[in-house]
């Protein structure tokens, strides 16, 4: 399983890698630091695209978090099957935690710093 992250914070791309790489979940993470960035690479994409999981920043300069889902939304069908997506951030407003738990490709909102043992969990389900 790959990983993508995206994130503005070159500290956060950095720790999130090296943590997700020394946990054994992945040997192979795509850091990327402008969610369009990101939607230009997945449309990029074909039939022959890993399951991979996305770790997606919320506040971020351009496209936000919940913007990235709208364009994610318009990615083909074949590639979305194969990605878990989840939100990640130290946000405490409710009304974010409440737009990400209603989002329909958000599996879930994390805490930031990542906490590898609440994504190993999650990924089991």
């Not at 209603?102 to 930031?112: E, G, M, V």
């Amino acid at each position: 399983m790959e990983f993508i992250i995206i994130d503005d914070s070159v500290f956060d791309l950095f720790t999130q890698e090296k943590l997700l790489l020394k946990s054994g979940l992945t040997k192979l993470v795509h850091p990327f630091g402008s969610a369009s960035d990101a939607i230009e690479y997945l449309r990029q994409c074909d039939e022959t695209f890993p399951n991979t999981v996305i770790l997606l920043d919320l506040q971020m300069p351009g496209i936000n978090g919940f913007e990235f889902t709208e364009h994610y939304a318009l990615l083909p069908l074949a590639i979305r099957e194969k990605i878990k997506l989840f939100m990640i951030s130290s946000t405490v407003d409710t009304t974010d935690i409440e737009e990400a738990r209603t989002n329909p490709y958000i599996i879930q909102l994390l805490s930031k710093p990542l906490e590898i043992p609440v994504l190993r969990e999650l990924l089991r389900k």
